[in-house]
């Protein structure tokens, strides 16, 4: 594989995904931080030079690169057994990716960068009211991990793959968005046994 360059501002989930998934394959990043409350990803360099879309994460492949954190976790992980051989269980896991980037980590990720890097004081109004609409869904979102995960460790198949890595990244956070997860035993169980697996790392590594 080219160098791997990974653009991003470490206490994102989305860009801790990509990092995770990059130590449990092997692959060495180096590590580009932006600074997103001072606006480092909307200047006119990073715009022309990384993505137009002025967003990170963004990972760098020689001088190709992939903006969206789950398409950037799957370019590492092809090949490796964080995707499923079997058919049905890959697409799955595409299911519980779309369901991270749809349910899961607008509401979740949302409401802990409104509350825990932002500041309620500096919330516009609307965010505000926006809040508990989030929060609910985000719950919901945590309560049908939860039910899947009751009776099986992992979210597809008998191991860990993208899936988990995917939804472990702004879920074992979630408390800092006020979301209790004491509420989610089966969700708590899970994130245990990734923390556990010999190839974590931690958000802060």
């Known amino acids: 594989m080219e160098k791997a360059i990974l653009h991003e501002y470490s206490a994102s989930g989305n860009c801790y995904k990509v990092r995770l998934t ?10 580009r931080e932006y600074d997103i409350l001072k606006g480092e990803t909307r200047t006119p360099e990073f715009l022309t030079d990384v993505n137009g879309n002025g967003r ?20 590492l992980a092809d090949g490796s057994p964080l995707i ?12 519980w990716m779309f369901f991270e980037q749809y349910n899961h980590e607008p509401n979740i990720a949302t409401v802990r960068f409104w509350l825990a890097f932002v500041g309620l004081e500096a919330l516009s109004g609307m965010q505000r009211e926006q809040i508990g609409v989030k929060r609910k869904a985000g719950n919901d979102a945590l ?5 899947h995960l009751r009776e099986r460790e992992w979210f597809v198949g008998d191991s860990i793959t993208l899936a988990d890595i995917c939804l472990f990244a702004y879920t074992h956070v979630a408390d800092e968005g006020g979301f209790d997860l004491d509420l989610y035993p089966g969700v708590i169980a899970w994130m245990e046994r990734i923390m556990l697996h010999p190839k974590h790392v931690e958000m802060n590594a």
Request: contains cysteine.
């Open 56 to 75: 990170i994460p963004v990972l760098q492949i020689g001088d190709r690169f992939i903006p969206e954190s789950n398409a950037a976790c799957f370019y």
């Open 22 to 31: 990059a130590a449990h394959v092997g692959v060495p990043l180096e590590r």
């Open 84 to 95: 499923p051989s079997d058919r049905f269980d890959r697409a799955d896991m595409l299911r």
């Open 143 to 147: 309560k049908l991990m939860d039910d």
